[in-house]
């Protein structure tokens, strides 16, 4: 990478590690198929939310960013679809029944399939509007319009890559034997907090699309 644009690809590298890891939709869904289903599962969701933040990135990347921070319905449409597809996630969490089999460590044969899995990480990536108000606020302050799209494309391959390692690295990281043991004791109530998480969102995004 020439040198001149290494201080805006730290900036990137900031900003997006600051973003990545505080806790949101993506973070709630990882947990909860970490907890739920498994480390396979958990992985394919991650893959599934880094694919669905190059759909920002790119969009971000033809200049689509800015039509959508300029057209009001088009920004409502997106919070709207968000809230929908959060709240029905919630509500599928807060279904969650108490195990009465013996606690069982071996995979989840009723376990999503990995693409399920990844099209969970994805849909909830796509209509998160926070990750969507990222790019369209990042881009156009961040990245200056004499930077080539070559680096432009390197900055999100980075950003991509990065999101894919950190939630997998929490995957991995919830669905250790002690950690997984204590969820299926306890799991249910755990998936309908996490049913609170995801509702909390969607109202949230419903209140200020209402504003």
């Known amino acids: ?14 900003a997006h590690a600051l973003a990545v890891v505080s ?13 739920h289903h498994g480390r396979r599962t958990a992985i394919w969701t991650s893959v599934g939310i880094g694919c669905g933040l190059l759909v920002h990135i790119t969009y971000s990347l033809l ?3 800015l039509l959508l921070k300029n057209s009001p319905v088009a920004l409502e449409t997106v919070k709207w679809l968000g ?28 376990a999503p399939a990995p693409r399920a899995a990844w099209a969970s990480g994805f849909l909830v990536n796509l209509f998160n509007p926070k990750a969507a108000l ?21 900055y999100g ?10 939630f997998s690295f929490v995957s991995v990281v919830f669905t250790k034997e002690s950690v997984r043991r204590a969820f299926l004791r306890h799991g249910h109530w755990i998936d309908r907090a996490l049913g ?16």
């Open 157 to 166: 391959l980075w950003m991509t890559v990065g999101t894919i390692g950190w």
């Open 83 to 110: 809230a929908a597809y959060l709240g029905w996630v919630g509500v599928q969490a807060l279904r969650s029944r108490p195990r009465t089999e013996d606690i069982n460590l071996a995979p989840d044969v009723s």
């Open 63 to 65: 200049g689509l960013g």
């Open 1 to 14: 990478m020439p040198a001149e644009h290494l201080p805006e690809f730290l900036t990137i590298v900031v």
């Open 134 to 154: 990222f790019f369209i606020a990042l881009f156009p302050l961040a990245v200056s319009t004499v930077t080539p799209k070559w680096i432009q494309v390197g």
């Open 23 to 35: 806790p949101g939709p993506d973070f709630a869904i990882v947990l909860r198929q970490s907890l």
């Open 196 to 211: 609170v998480v995801f509702l909390g969102f969607a109202l949230s995004l419903a209140v200020t699309s209402l504003k």
